[in-house]
């Protein structure tokens, strides 16, 4: 029982921290290894905790996902063949292999979005009165692959991942960013789920527990986000990110 109150509670941190910059995961993923749960069925379990997250937060994220161009839907197609792609080369790896480079992956994340406000500039520019084509297009349906890979393969942090890519598209406000993160979040987990059914990896008590914190999590997060300047909440996310990445990097090393 008091492990179930244990999961329930970090699922609603999961659910708050996705919702609000993603990470989510690299607070409940240690505590479900604290709890004794092994890594890789920890790993593979985050998926059904992060699943109803993300569709809750996207409820609470509603009035931002009907403001998102209609052509980002396009991205959530290599978004997923990435995931797809990502969760079976997981079922085939040991749980210390990928969790040694977590640490680095976040951090790369976590000073793209940092500098997104530059990138973007820059980018823009360089764009500037140039014909449109399909090439950008292509390009950054193949830019977001190994992204998808990440988060199929190992979930935690792929929120930051995804911030910093979607800081260089046309998106700029933070809250459209997040409104998007997390419809592609609900894809990439969608699809680790169907692929790592049936393996066994997947302790679903654990994951139906700490689910039902991170839909609760998940829909205050998005409301409350909402209500933070869009500076304030860059400056949340940065730090999240950093103390994320020194914290499992301590932990690894």
């Known amino acids: 029982m008091e492990k179930d109150i244990v999961l329930l509670l970090a699922g609603f941190i999961v659910g708050a921290m996705n919702a609000i910059a993603g990470g989510g995961m690299l607070v409940g993923f240690p505590i479900m290894i604290a709890l004794g749960i092994p890594p890789l069925i920890a790993n593979a379990t985050s998926y059904t905790v ?40 997981l079922r085939h790896t040991p749980a210390q292999d990928f969790a040694n480079i977590i640490p680095m992956l976040v951090l790369f994340g976590v000073v793209l979005f940092a500098l997104q406000p530059v990138l973007h500039i820059q980018v823009h520019n360089h764009l500037k009165g140039r014909r449109k084509t399909w090439l950008p297009l292509l390009g950054i349906g193949i830019a977001i692959l190994p ?11 792929y929120g930051f991942l995804m911030l910093a890519f979607l800081g260089l598209t046309s998106l700029q406000d933070t809250h459209l960013m997040n409104s998007m993160k997390n419809i592609a979040a609900i894809f990439v987990s969608a699809a680790a789920i169907l692929c790592l059914h049936g393996t066994g990896l997947i302790d679903w008590h654990v994951g139906f527990v ?44």
């Open 147 to 157: 992204i998808g890979f990440y988060g199929g393969y190992f979930g935690a942090g």
């Open 210 to 253: 700490m689910a039902a914190g991170a839909v609760a999590g998940g829909f205050l997060g998005a409301r409350g986000a909402q209500k933070v300047s869009n500076h304030w909440l860059r400056v949340g996310i940065i730090t999240i990110g950093l103390a994320a990445a020194v914290t499992l990097g301590l932990r690894q090393y």
């Open 50 to 89: 992060t699943l109803p997250g993300q569709l809750a937060s996207s409820f609470g994220y509603a009035s931002y996902v009907r403001r998102i161009p209609k052509r980002f839907a396009l991205l959530l197609i290599p978004t997923t063949l990435g995931a797809v792609a990502g969760s079976l080369t």
